[in-house]
Structures are given as C-alpha cells and as structure tokens.
C-alpha cells in the first residue's frame, strides 16, 4: 500500500486523472506508441492472440471483500490466463476503467499501482485504454490482453481425441473456497488466521502461465483455463472436440481433503467441482508420457457410445454443469 | 428493425444467449480462431494498431433518445475514426456487453445484428468478446478495435511543425446541435421534420474512416479525430507538438450557417467549436497542396511567442478548451 490521496475522481480533470494514473502503469515493455495517442502502435508477431474480459462491481468483485489491488491482480491475471490456455505468451494490455465521479482517489491510483506492478511481473505493458465515467455506485474493469505463441500452433478446445489423457497445472476449489469463507464471514462467524489465508487466491489469484506454452510444445491437443468451474470447462473440451471426458474423482482428493478442512463435505466437493476463478490451466495430452511436469492426470478422453451427447463423467457417471453463468449465479 | 422476441436476457443462459448473437456479430472477413475459445487468433501485420472505447448508458447515451441500432453504430465508428487517425485501416474488433440481466432480449439481438451490418460495411470482423452481468439499470458497451498500416507511417498527434497547414474532413457540430435538439424536444418542444433530420449525426454518426490512410499517404503531419471538441482536440495537437495553432473562423462559417438554423447562435457557436462525437479528421499538412481533396484548410500551424504556451488561437485570440471532459461534463 502507499501514499493515501485525499478526495474523488470528480475532483481532477480527465486529464490531470490520467497524468496521475499512466506513470503507475508502465510495464516492461516499451511499445512504439503507447498511451495518450488516438490508437496504440505496437510491434506485433503473427499470428496475434487476443481475448477481453470484464470486471464488475457487484458481480466480480465486493468492495469490503476485495481492496483496489486485489481487483487489479484478478482482472491481470484472468485475461493472462486466457492467453496462457491458447498455448501462448501474453505481450500487451489495453485497460478499460469505468467509474462513479464519487470513487476515491486513492481507489484508481492504488488499482493502476498494482496492474503496473502485475504487468513488470508478467513482462507485458498497457498500452492504451479508455477511462470513462458511470452512474453512481458503478465500477468496471475491462482487459483486452494481445499475446503471441511461443514457437508451436496455438492449443484449441476443440483437439481432444479419445485416447488422450486429461490433465491440469495448478489446484481447484481455492478461489470458490475462498468465497464461501467470505460469505461465511459476512453472515457474522470470525475467521481463523489459517481460514483468513485460505482466502488469498479468490482475492488475488495466481495461474500457471507459464504452463500454457510449456504444454502447447508437449502436444497438448486441447486446453483452456478453469475460469467457470471444472464441470463447466470440462465440458467445453468435450463439446467442442466431440468427445466423452472420464474424470478420477480420486485423483481430486488432494483438492477435496484441503477444501473439507475449511468447508462443509457437500460444500467443499461443490467448490472443488464447480468453483469457478481458479485460472488453472485444462488440458488433454495424447498420452501419459508427453504430460508435462507441474501437470497431473484427471482422466481420460473417450468416444461418446452411440447416441450419446458429448460430455463428461465422474466416474462413469454424468457430471452435471454446475460451474458460473453470469446471467444466473448459483452458488 | 426486424422480429422482436419476448423476454428479457435473463430468460436464457449465457452459452444460449452467445448462440443467438454470435451469427448476427459475422463480420466480412475471417479469423484463423474467432469468437468460442479462449482468445481469438488472428493473422494480423505488424505494427498493430490498437484502441479501445467505451459507451455507458446514461453517461454516453439515452435509452429514450438512441435505440440498439445506433447504438452499435456509434460504438463501432468512435473506436474505428481512431484508428483511421492513426492513418490506419481497421481488420478486427473485440466486444464486450455488460448487461443488467433484465434487458430486453431485442434490444440485445438489434445491437448485434446493427453491429455486424457495421462490421461488413467496415470490412472488419468480430474475432471475440465478454459477456458480462451488471447491476439493475447498468448497460456499457466496450469494443477493443485493431487494424494495420496501409503502406505509410503511423500519423501521431505530435508531429505538427511550424509553417504546417491545419485541415479537416467533415463536418464540425453536428452531434453537439442534434443532442441540443434531443434536450429541447425532452422539454417539451416537438422537433419539426427537419430538426428530426439533423439528429442523424448524433444518433448514430459516420466517419470519413477512408481519409485516414490518404491523409497519411499525402503526409500528414499530426491527426486525431474530432472526438471531444475541435478546441479541445486542436489544443491535443498543439501540445503534443508544442506548437500553436491558429484557425481562422471564417473557415468554419459553412458549420456555423447550419447550425444557426437550428439552434440560438451562441449555441451555434459553442456546438462547432466544442461539440465532441464528430469523428471528422483533424489533421496537419506540410503545405496548402498536399491537403486531398475531401479536407478543407481551417487555418495554421505556428510557433509559440517566447513565453507562449503551446495552444490554439482563433482569428489571433486564444481559444478556451471547452470540450467534453468524462468527469466534468459541460453542454
């Protein structure tokens, strides 16, 4: 945290706000044209990866949940993780904050503080946004992150073939579990020191970005990151590659034996399955050899029987959708 | 306008929804990878040329003044004039929709179907985009826009030299006049046919996006397009050069008739010389015959008198800055 300015948005010119906001985001990457010009000049390689995803107020985040930088980490890292699952490298960001005139000073400049320090983190810059104002009470953040592949084809969700084996870098249930304790929280039950830390992925996650190319140059033959849940984005693999995907729950009990230490069992298994933000990275490979260190083995990919839909299973058993749907939440 | 389905966004699901707006976003070209996966990938040259833009309902537009149609339309021209004022020709856009969950389901399947009207009269796709929840009465739209250079530089704001002549293409006021005209109709006063016809500009504006690659072509020195007011947007050209600029008023006389026709004269005056969301080209040339045809010379480019601040004078007196400012709107 830092110096504490005193008073609103509304207080400065737009302008003024942004001389006081576009030194705190520089990365460490130098673009031929960077901010302040009508558009970005940037040197790019082809082909060009490029995703955008948003943050609300209210939706994504909760003010007395989540501090400024907290906000800034997650909406880094969600639009990085999806350059990752492409097989790729992120480069360039371009940052969209909407705001109420009210929202405190200190708010944006300790949210641009943070994404500058995200971007040196991940070596990718800011190269252009827009900065707008919105009714009272709102806040967004929207990303478009640009990024280009690290010498192999970029990784589809729609390459899994039966045979292959289905795999993930990072852990599930952390961010959903984290949420829960929160919820917990707020209905009026203190938290414990190791429940408090238990909470630090949903409010600031981590991926493995560095995975995303690691995997593309092992094979992988589909991939995306786990951003609305393991039943949900499991099941976008096998859709979209015509495909059954046969989970080991055995092979979630490390997940599941840290989520039941700090939520209920029907919970835990929800969060484990369905939580969504984790931002771990999904994969299938064609065997067990080419799986990646830092990887483990979930499943398998099978062919659907005949006159069965694609989709997947738990243990030979349908596992129904349950992850995040913006337009109806379910927790 | 076309069929006008029942309901409200949160009748369907997200991948339900996405299914229904996807085909109506196909735009004229293709992407290697477009919208479905993690991130769009997208054979582009370098170097890229990037911006983004937002709109947010009730700060950007009225849902009682402009319907889903020109809404699009004014989305996708403000974030491709500024790539055309990089002397750039737009290939790509990414969306995202933030949405209360009770918006009209038709007021989504307009804004998408005008959107990819615009994008194949554009000649630019829709590689991908976010679809996002916001909290009751909040709508925004986000569009990230890319395009390349067609065979010149990239024009910066900061390249007007003494001695440079000062142009434009198109028009000035025309927004400013049809929003004054929106605000008297809202008090009471109906508009006659052709006040009715001069809101066409506000509502859903055009953009001579083609002058942006010959002006660069003809050596334009400095460009920008006219997105917050021509004292405001001429006085980002003479700080960024460090210049001053001299327009001569009676240059603008053409504007001025217009809009007296419509609007009391002071009004009139502040319309042309502050109105933003013109997206004409403003840009400099290095002499009176290297401005193409379709520009129009306002005046001049100089250098500042010891002691001078960078600025813009009109007919020799300095010209105040009173263009659209995001947090401190002035009409």
Same mark, same amino acid.
């Given at each position: 945290m830092s110096s504490s300015p005193?008073?609103v948005v509304?207080?400065l010119?737009?302008?003024?706000l942004l001389?006081q906001v576009l030194p705190l985001l520089a990365g460490?990457?130098?673009?031929?044209?960077?901010?302040?010009?009508?558009?970005?000049?940037?040197?790019?390689?082809?082909?060009?990866?490029?995703?955008?995803?948003t943050m609300v107020l209210?939706?994504d985040w909760?003010d007395?949940?989540s501090n400024a930088e907290q906000v800034a980490a997650k909406a880094v890292v969600?639009n990085?993780?999806?350059?990752?699952?492409?097989?790729?490298?992120?480069?360039?960001l371009?940052l969209t904050l909407v705001l109420d005139?009210?929202t405190q000073l200190a708010w944006v400049l300790d949210f641009a503080r943070a994404l500058g320090e995200q971007c040196?983190?991940?070596?990718?810059?800011v190269?252009?946004g827009d900065l707008s104002?919105a009714?009272?009470?709102v806040k967004m953040v929207t990303i478009?992150?640009?990024?280009?592949?690290?010498?192999?084809?970029?990784?589809?969700?729609?390459?899994?073939?039966? #045979?292959?084996?289905? @795999?993930?870098? %990072?852990?599930?249930?952390?961010?959903? =579990?984290?949420?829960? $304790?929160?919820?917990? &929280? !707020?209905?009026?039950?203190?938290?414990?020191?190791?429940?408090?830390?238990?909470?630090?992925?949903?409010r600031s996650?981590?991926?493995?970005?560095?995975? #995303?190319?690691?995997? @593309?140059?092992? %094979?992988?033959?589909?991939?995306?990151? =786990?951003?609305?849940? $393991?039943?949900?984005? &499991? !099941?976008?693999?096998?859709?979209?590659?015509?495909?059954?995907?046969?989970?080991?729950?055995?092979?979630?009990?490390?997940?599941?034996?840290?989520?039941? #230490?700090?939520?209920?069992?029907?919970?835990?298994?929800?969060?484990?399955?369905?939580?969504?933000?984790?931002?771990?990275?999904? &994969?299938?490979?064609?065997?067990?050899?080419?799986?990646?260190?830092?990887?483990?083995?979930?499943?398998?990919?099978?062919?659907?029987?005949?006159?069965?839909?694609?989709?997947?299973?738990?243990?030979?058993?349908?596992?129904?959708?349950?992850?995040?749907?913006?337009?109806?939440?379910?927790?």
């Amino acid at each position: 945290m830092s110096s504490s300015p005193q008073g609103v948005v509304a207080d400065l010119t737009e302008d003024r706000l942004l001389a006081q906001v576009l030194p705190l985001l520089a990365g460490s990457r130098t673009e031929r044209v960077g901010p302040g010009d009508d558009a970005a000049v940037l040197d790019v390689a082809s082909p060009l990866i490029a995703t955008t995803d948003t943050m609300v107020l209210g939706r994504d985040w909760r003010d007395d949940w989540s501090n400024a930088e907290q906000v800034a980490a997650k909406a880094v890292v969600q639009n990085l993780a999806d350059i990752a699952a492409m097989g790729a490298v992120p480069t360039t960001l371009l940052l969209t904050l909407v705001l109420d005139p009210q929202t405190q000073l200190a708010w944006v400049l300790d949210f641009a503080r943070a994404l500058g320090e995200q971007c040196r983190r991940y070596a990718v810059s800011v190269a252009g946004g827009d900065l707008s104002s919105a009714p009272a009470g709102v806040k967004m953040v929207t990303i478009t992150a640009l990024g280009e592949l690290a010498g192999a084809e970029p990784v589809l969700r729609s390459g899994a073939q039966p #045979g292959d084996v289905l @795999a993930i870098s %990072g852990p599930l249930g952390r961010s959903a =579990v984290g949420l829960a $304790l929160l919820e917990r &929280a !707020a209905s009026g039950t203190a938290l414990d020191a190791r429940e408090e830390a238990a909470l630090a992925h949903h409010r600031s996650p981590s991926a493995p970005l560095s995975q #995303g190319p690691i995997a @593309a140059r092992a %094979g992988a033959s589909a991939m995306l990151d =786990v951003s609305d849940g $393991l039943s949900r984005d &499991a !099941a976008r693999i096998a859709r979209a590659s015509g495909c059954l995907i046969e989970i080991d729950s055995a092979t979630l009990a490390a997940d599941l034996n840290w989520a039941e #230490g700090l939520v209920p069992r029907d919970q835990a298994r929800a969060c484990v399955l369905n939580g969504g933000e984790e931002h771990s990275l999904l &994969a299938t490979f064609p065997d067990r050899a080419s799986v990646p260190e830092y990887w483990r083995i979930l499943g398998r990919v099978e062919a659907p029987a005949a006159g069965e839909d694609p989709g997947v299973h738990l243990d030979g058993r349908p596992l129904t959708e349950a992850g995040w749907d913006h337009f109806h939440p379910v927790r």
